[in-house]
């Protein structure tokens, strides 16, 4: 049994560099001790891993050659409900002990 590429799936050779470098990128804030970092990094690693999951599911892949993506998915998912801010507005406020703005 052959695994599929990129490139059999319908996707650019270079596609490969992209999510990769997104899979690694989004894994840094993991290890940032900051709810507020985990969780981007969390919900920006199951945003990925939706598209390759969603590529599993219509690729001719073997479950034996699609385990992977799912379960992957399933870790980032339950990091980002672990780090889920009490309000989606502290996504968006400057950390604590750090003013938003320069001041004078």
Known sequence: MTRLGHVEWGY???MRFVIGSLEGLSAIPLAIPSR???FLGATTL???LTGEVTTHIISPDGLSESWAAPTHLVMAGALALANWPADW????RAPAGRAPYPTQ
């Open 12 to 14: 650019p050779s270079w």
């Open 36 to 38: 507020r970092t985990r």
């Open 46 to 48: 199951a945003f990925v």
């Open 89 to 92: 507005r502290d996504l968006l």
